[in-house]
Structure formats: structure tokens, C-alpha cells
């Protein structure tokens, strides 16, 4: 007799024996207790987390003889369930059977009656391949069908389903099986198999199913024919080129110490291995999220990639915002694999933008001399002349500075009182509906005479809100500034009030400042010492309208990054 893979071998066959999903087995289980069955379903999930197998049981079950402990996997009906033999159960491949004309003949069928069971029962898979007109065809029975029918459809993209199919239908979302859960069972058919393996290597195996039963047991087969001895970590790093943790940290280490030439060679010699760049790259985002986790929470549960130890060791050298710098380097890097076949130069280079990362100083401290300087609530200082000495603390900021190079400095700079008075009369009402007002902004990305206005909040967060005021935090003071200037203000405030129907004046702060500035109002707040609510002064927009000349829409769309010359 041939091998049979172990996804099959172990497909479950009651809902007791189903993995995961355990709000769907209860709700089906009782629909057929208390007799209330659908005459359609549609369950949507990822690959590999049940649809059809948990069908198959909801087929059997409804047509078992044996209504007290249906399936009871003796009679007639269940043992021809199992072997696919059924005469009124019909599975169907949607990819491979797309057209009208397949559905049309399912659907001359429908009227008969059962021939063995209670009901007819039509299990359509990937259900989204079907053709526009099989849907319409299947549409029309889906409304009224005969009392003995029951479809279920499955599919793993229900974005791609008819909305009228899809409100005719009792809809089950299927949900990634947890790690725990993969491991429990890949440790139970090891257990009836006879598999040895440790317990890592189970855990690894059920990481990288990420999600699938079906994918974690078609991975236990792959490396038992590997090693018929032992599965280990080693086996599954060696198969699918993957790096052991220690490796991961080395590589985190050498950023911290900037060892550039061991690093490179390390990064040259797993490529030559053929590991996996776009694994380890992911990998090493989770690790620096969890030195994040552990660095505020000091809780070893929330832990999957490393152990209490592992992240104490990393948190000592990575701080929490160089980690959060990291990831983003690491995550644009992933992003740019897609479109190279050489994905270690990419990696290459994001572990030597990682270095920079250490380079940094906070820019708020780049600046403190003239933020000491400003007293004066809302009054505009004079500009400063920026020099290497005076402005430029790192390479790191003053590649930052060159990279906005029309970004103008000389805007306001705002008294603390005047700001701990906005934030008096902010509140989660107020910032929750000015957030989704301004979710918008990202449907408006072709609108092009205001781009300039669009990208700018899109790139800031709003960190607080009240009724006439936003605060928008950005990455750096230049940025701030930018935002702050008289004019670029009034833009931006004309925008929000005709675009998005905000009538409030827009302050920005770089997120430094804001952290201090929310310290200072937790401070104040307990020594009762809060400023009163600060007034705030609207532009009087009805001046500024008239019609834009070429000139301006151009300055509008491109910034100060052209000039224009009059002949």
C-alpha cells in the first residue's frame, strides 16, 4: 500500500477532533442539536485551517443515522462519508470547475432528492474562481433552494465573492490556529507515529505554519524523511535556511558594536548557505519587538522568539527607540526584497543604515540653546543662521537638514503655557472624530494642487486634539517648523476647513517635545498649576480668495523645489 501523508492520515473526522476553531464547532454542533441548519454557508479563512474538512463533518453529521451521537462513524452513511463514496454528498473544485455551464448541470441535480441520507449537500471549494455567470446561475438556487439542499462554500479570498451571494449565506470566519494549539497536535501525531522530535523543534515547525494544520503536518513529514532519528532545531534551520537564534543576536550585536567587516562576511557566508534573507529579516523585526515588550513590561509570557535572558541581554544595549528605528529599516528593507533576486546586498545595506542608528542624538537636544531662548508665547523669532557648530550635532542630523534643504526655520516657537493651554481643553472625543476625519486624507492622494497639504498630515500623527486646536506630532523639529510657518499654516488650516470640514487652528511639535510637554502637564497637573485654556486665533480666510495664478499652483504642487523665471 502507498504512503498516505499525514494531512490525511490525520484529517479530523468528528468536530471533537478539529484543531482551532472552536467558536465555529460549537455553533455548528448546536445548529444540529437543536435542528436549525442553513440551507447555505460560507466559510472564509487562510489555507489549511479547517474549511473543508469541518464541511465534510457537517455533511456527515446531518446525514448520519444515528442522530444521538452523529457521526457515529458505524453506520452506512458515515463510512461512506469517509471514503468519498457518499451519493448525496458533492465536493467541488471552483478553480477546476469555474464555467456556467458546470454549475448549470449542479444545478439540474438540485431538485432530485437524497438518495441515501437526509440531505443533498454541495461543498464548493474555492468558491471566488467561479466565473461571473456560474455565480449568477448559482445565485438563483442560493434564493430558493429546495428544502433537502444544503451548499457550503469555502474560499480563502471573500473580498472576491458576490455581495448578493455572500448575504445569503451564514458566514464563518475562520481564524489562524494558534502556535500552542499547532504544537499540542504535531505533538499528538508524533506521540501515535512514533516520530521522536523535541519540543523546539514542534514549537519552530508550528512558527513557520503560521497559521495551518494542514502546513504543519505536510512540514512534520518533510523532515521525518529528513531525520528518522530525531527532528531537531538544526534539522529545520539545515532544510529551510533558516538561522539559530544565537546566530539572529550576533548579527544584532555586531550592529550595536558596528563590526562592519565581521558582519558582512557573516551576512556573505549564509547567503552562500542559501538561507532565507526574507525570513531572517522578519525574524530579527520580531526579536526587537519583543526587547520593546519585555523593556516595559518585564513580562517573560509575552515572549516567543527569545527567553527572559536573551531580551534582558539585548534591552542592555538596545535602547528602546534605536529597537523601533531598527524595525523600520528592517521593515522598508522587506518591502524592496520583492523587487530584487539579490536580497542580501538589500540586507547588507540595512544592517549598515542600522549602525547610523547608534550615531543619533535626540534633536530637541540639538536645539536646546534656542529652545531655552523662547519665552515669548506666540510671537515669531528672528531667523537663525544655522551653522555646522550651532545646529548640526551628528552626521546623522545633518544628512537629515540636507535632505530638506527648503525647509524654512524661521516660524514660531511656542511658550509652554500657551501649548499646557491647548492641551487643557483636548480630550478623546475631540481627537477620535478629527482622526477619522482625517483618514480621509489617503483617498485623495490624486488630487493634486493640494499633495503637498495631503502628504504633510499624512506624515504627522495627531497627538491631541480640542474643539478650535490639533497637535500634530513630527519626526523632527525642522519639520515642525515647516508646519508652524505663517504661511504654510494658513494653507494647511484653508485645506482641513474647505477639504475636510475642520475649522481648527493646526500646531506642531517634533515627538520629543510633546513627550515633554506631557510630562510637564502631568507635573503641573498634580501641583495645580495649569495655565487657564489658551485662546486661539483663527486666519480670516475670505482675504486670501481669489483665483491661483500658474505661478502659485505650481508653488502649491512642488514646493520651493522650482523656481520660476519670468521672461
Do not use: W
Request: proline share 3%; charged share 30%.
Amino acid at each position: 500500500m502507498s504512503y498516505k501523508a499525514l494531512y490525511r492520515t490525520y484529517r479530523p473526522r468528528t468536530f471533537d477532533d478539529v484543531v482551532g476553531q472552536q467558536h465555529i464547532v460549537k455553533t455548528l454542533k448546536n445548529a444540529v442539536k437543536e435542528n436549525k441548519l442553513a440551507h447555505a454557508y460560507l466559510f472564509c479563512g487562510p489555507r489549511g485551517t479547517g474549511k473543508t474538512s469541518i464541511a465534510k463533518i457537517l455533511a456527515k453529521t446531518i446525514n448520519c443515522e444515528n442522530t444521538d451521537i452523529a457521526p457515529c462513524e458505524q453506520c452506512k452513511s458515515c463510512k461512506d462519508a469517509n471514503e468519498n463514496q457518499h451519493q448525496d454528498i458533492f465536493e467541488i473544485d471552483a478553480a477546476s470547475n469555474n464555467g456556467v455551464d458546470e454549475i448549470r448541470n449542479l444545478i439540474d441535480k438540485v431538485k432530485y432528492a437524497p438518495m441515501e441520507g437526509k440531505y443533498k449537500v454541495y461543498i464548493i471549494d474555492e468558491v471566488h474562481m467561479l466565473s461571473q455567470g456560474a455565480f449568477n446561475a448559482l445565485l438563483k438556487t442560493l434564493e430558493e433552494p429546495p428544502a433537502h439542499v444544503i451548499f457550503i462554500l469555502a474560499t480563502t479570498e471573500p473580498q472576491k465573492v458576490l455581495p448578493t451571494i455572500i448575504s445569503r449565506c451564514q458566514r464563518y470566519n475562520f481564524e489562524k490556529v494558534s502556535e500552542d494549539d499547532l504544537a499540542a497536535r504535531l505533538s499528538y501525531v508524533c506521540e501515535k507515529e512514533g516520530i521522536k522530535a523535541t519540543k523546539e523543534s514542534l514549537q519552530m515547525i508550528a512558527r513557520l505554519a503560521d497559521g495551518g494544520v494542514r502546513d504543519s503536518l505536510s512540514m512534520l513529514d518533510q523532515f521525518v524523511a529528513y531525520n528518522r532519528e530525531m527532528i531537531t532545531i538544526e534539522d529545520i534551520n539545515e532544510v529551510y535556511g533558516l538561522t539559530a537564534i544565537s546566530q539572529k543576536i550576533k548579527i544584532l550585536k555586531d550592529i550595536v558594536e558596528k563590526n562592519a567587516k565581521e558582519l558582512i562576511i557573516s551576512i556573505e557566508e549564509m547567503d552562500s548557505k542559501g538561507i532565507d534573507i526574507g525570513r531572517l529579516t522578519n525574524s530579527l523585526i520580531d526579536i526587537l519587538k519583543e526587547c520593546v515588550v519585555y523593556t516595559y513590561s518585564k513580562d517573560e509570557s509575552l515572549l516567543n522568539n527569545l527567553n527572559s535572558d536573551e531580551a534582558a541581554f539585548l534591552s542592555k544595549d538596545i535602547a528602546s527607540r534605536h529597537a523601533l528605528a531598527m524595525i523600520d529599516i528592517l521593515m522598508e528593507s522587506a518591502n524592496a526584497y520583492r523587487n530584487t533576486n539579490k536580497a542580501s546586498k538589500y540586507f547588507e545595506v540595512a544592517c549598515l543604515k542600522m549602525m547610523e542608528v547608534f550615531n543619533e542624538q535626540p534633536v530637541y537636544e540639538t536645539k536646546k540653546i534656542i529652545t531655552e531662548e523662547k519665552t515669548t508665547p506666540i510671537k515669531p523669532t528672528t531667523k537663525p543662521i544655522i551653522t555646522q557648530h550651532e545646529e548640526i550635532s551628528s552626521d546623522q542630523t545633518a544628512m537629515e537638514i540636507k535632505e530638506e534643504p527648503k525647509i524654512d526655520l524661521s516660524v514660531k516657537e511656542y511658550d509652554e503655557d500657551f501649548l499646557l493651554g491647548l492641551l487643557v481643553k483636548c480630550d478623546k472625543v475631540n481627537k477620535s472624530n478629527d482622526m477619522q476625519s482625517f483618514s480621509q486624507l489617503h483617498g485623495m492622494m490624486d488630487d493634486l494642487e493640494n499633495i503637498r497639504y495631503i502628504k504633510t498630515l499624512i506624515d504627522s500623527k495627531i497627538m491631541a486634539s480640542g474643539p478650535d486646536c490639533i497637535i500634530l506630532g513630527v519626526r523632527m523639529d525642522a519639520i515642525a517648523n515647516m508646519i508652524n510657518d505663517d504661511k504654510m499654516n494658513k494653507a494647511l488650516y484653508a485645506f482641513i476647513n474647505h477639504k475636510l470640514n475642520i475649522n481648527k487652528m493646526i500646531y506642531a511639535l517634533s515627538n520629543d517635545k510633546f513627550v515633554q510637554l506631557v510630562e510637564s502637564f502631568k507635573q503641573r497637573s498634580k501641583d495645580h498649576t495649569l495655565p487657564p485654556k489658551s485662546e486661539v486665533k483663527f486666519y480670516d480666510l475670505a482675504q486670501e480668495e481669489h483665483e491661483e495664478s500658474n505661478e502659485e499652483k505650481l508653488v502649491s504642487l512642488f514646493g520651493d523645489m522650482i523656481d520660476i523665471v519670468k521672461e
